[in-house]
């Protein structure tokens, strides 16, 4: 069975353009370190079989923002957990440059 997830990070920062790449970059290298990990997704979730993750960063109202989408396959519907999510995230030592950070998790209904 197929969980997708889509969650949002707003970083609250806003970069010029010549500053864009290179933080952009850091936001996106934090997000696929942490969903790239067996262990940490295992603790974000449960037993799963497969899970498969997009990473997208752009600029929108002057922040820079990730959008990802987590697909996570296993025998049962699998729940995604926030807190957990949140905490990684505020742990990792690229996340010091966006203190301000607002983390955002919807479940994506199956279709």
């Not at 990473?55 to 025998?75: P, R």
Request: charged share 25%; with cysteine; glycine share 4%.
């Amino acid at each position: 069975m197929l969980s997708s997830y889509f969650i949002e990070l707003h970083t609250g920062v806003g970069y010029a353009e010549e500053e864009y790449d290179a933080a952009a970059g850091r936001l996106v290298n934090m997000c696929a370190s942490l969903l790239s990990n067996g262990q940490q997704i295992t603790s974000l979730t449960q037993e799963y079989e497969k899970c498969h993750s997009e990473i997208e960063v752009c600029m929108e109202a002057d922040e820079l923002i990730a959008k990802i989408v987590v697909d996570v396959t296993a025998a049962t519907p699998v729940k995604f957990d926030k807190s957990k999510l949140t905490k990684l995230i505020k742990a990792h030592p690229l996340a010091d440059e966006w203190k301000a950070m607002k983390i955002y998790k919807k479940l994506v209904p199956a279709v």
